[in-house]
């Protein structure tokens, strides 16, 4: 396997919240569906549906979410899925994605990764993907 970076950016769009599925003391338990377009090394569309918990306490909540992404990466054709985990507690955030292991298809088989998610303060988000084919 060899080791590559891909960079690039992407949208977002149709962000989807569903009626809160557990609301109590403060703590509400959700599921938000969005869509995502990518440009750069990674040329693709994706799914995302994401589990959100969100607390009373400023700017501490946390995410899961499961992303399947499809399109063209480094010339490569096919599809795979990814796997973030979330969490901001008073404005500190962390987020680790990972490509889910076997999920890939088409000539992107095999591939393992991990991808940083980056936001500008004009609100522009950026990609590095760390990954093996």
Known sequence: M???TAKGTFDTAGWT???SYDDRDGVTLGLVTLTKT???DLTATS???MLVASTPEEDSRSYVALERIDGTLDGR???FVVQHDAMSDAGEQSLRVR???GSATGELRGLRGEMD?????DGGHS???DYRL
């Open 2 to 4: 060899v080791a590559m």
């Open 17 to 19: 919240p569903q009626p």
């Open 38 to 40: 990518f440009h750069g």
């Open 47 to 49: 799914l995302v549906t």
């Open 77 to 79: 054709t096919g599809a």
């Open 99 to 101: 490509v889910v292991p």
């Open 117 to 121: 998610i980056l936001i500008a303060p």
């Open 127 to 129: 990609y590095t993907f």
